[in-house]
């Protein structure tokens, strides 16, 4: 079976970018088993230190019972960039660093809330591999992303919880959980053919 590798960034990968690394990784679990084929992980364009993720994010992450222990930062590496199959920055400002490291990146970065609208353009897709689900649904988003309207910086970043109340990080974990329902529901596991 083969990957796909997902790379979530936000600026120090300790709110945003490991709340969604979480989120998708549930959902991915949910909807395609224990066994999948995704490996998603998370990074930062600006880790000024290793540092776990932020308290608040793990409450929120608790309260919707997915959180996994143990996440530190780490800082973004063109390496990285060009390994993944799908990059999902949290806001427009991320997704300009990472394409400016890695220009060959450019058709599959995207900032997640785009992704996800992009999704809501594409058709079921079926496939007996998670892996093929993915490549063909980065596709599929690139060929709708001529068709979009640009939206307003607002609706196309998640914005950066850091200082705010928790209040705040319930709201980003809510468009998190969103983007990320949005881009699996094309998304549709077929039985594999026996040859």
Do not use: Y
């Not at 060959?104 to 995207?110: D, E, I, N, Q």
């Not at 001529?146 to 196309?156: I, S």
């Amino acid at each position: 079976m083969s990957t796909f590798n997902v790379l979530v960034v936000c600026t120090a990968n300790h709110c945003r970018s490991p709340m969604a690394e979480q989120l998708l990784r549930a959902a991915v679990t949910e909807q395609f088993g224990d066994q999948n084929s995704w490996h998603i992980g998370s990074a930062g364009t600006d880790v000024d230190r290793i540092r776990p993720m932020h308290q608040f994010a793990e409450v929120v992450l608790n309260e919707r019972a997915v959180l996994v222990p143990g996440h530190q930062a780490v800082e973004v590496t063109r390496d990285r960039i060009l390994q993944a199959d799908l990059i999902l920055a949290a806001a427009r400002q991320h997704r300009a660093v990472l394409v400016t490291m890695a220009p060959p990146a450019l058709g599959r970065t995207f900032t997640i809330r785009q992704f996800a609208r992009l999704a809501d353009q594409v058709g079921p897709i079926s496939a007996a591999d998670p892996a093929e689900l993915g490549r063909r649904l980065v596709a599929e988003a690139k060929f709708a992303r001529g068709m979009l309207q640009p939206v307003p910086v607002e609706e196309d970043d998640v914005a950066d919880p850091i200082g705010r109340p928790i209040s705040v990080f319930r709201e980003c974990a809510d468009q998190l959980e969103d983007s990320v329902r949005r881009i699996l529901r094309p998304l549709h596991l077929s039985a594999p053919v026996n040859g």
